[in-house]
């Protein structure tokens, strides 16, 4: 059973930062792209970074030049590094990769049950 499980997310004051993980675990194959989404309340959910497995990242314009996304192939972990972090990031963020288990010959897409991040002063 492949499954993805986040930590780091929590309450922060304007300008903070806060650096999320995001874990693969299970029987895998193999892991293609990796990505971090948020969602906050009344919105929709929406793409705030990504990578693919050979580094390559792109970012929403809302983030970009205060977020990084890394990733650790070899334990099959991905980042999300927020600085000058602002009220309007507050929202769930949730972990998202392409995932090709063991028992398959094609790949999954696998979410992650999300961290609350919360910008106020």
């Known amino acids: 059973q492949v499954q993805l499980v986040e930590s780091g997310g929590g309450l922060v004051q304007p300008g903070g930062s806060l650096k999320l993980s995001c874990k693969a675990s299970?029987?895998?194959?193999?892991?293609?792209?990796m990505a971090w989404y948020r969602q906050a309340p009344g919105k929709q959910r929406e793409l705030v970074a990504g990578?693919?497995?050979?580094?390559?990242?792109n970012y929403s314009d809302s983030v970009k030049g205060r977020f990084t996304i890394s990733r650790d192939n070899a334990e099959n972990t991905v980042y999300l590094q927020m600085n000058s972090l602002k009220p309007e990031d507050t929202a769930v963020y949730s972990c998202n990769a392409q995932i090709t288990p063991w028992s398959k010959q094609y790949s999954i897409n696998y979410w992650g049950q999300g961290t609350q991040v919360t910008v106020s002063s």
């Open positions: 990578i693919t497995s050979g580094g390559s990242t």
């Open positions: 299970g029987m895998i194959r193999s892991i293609y792209g």
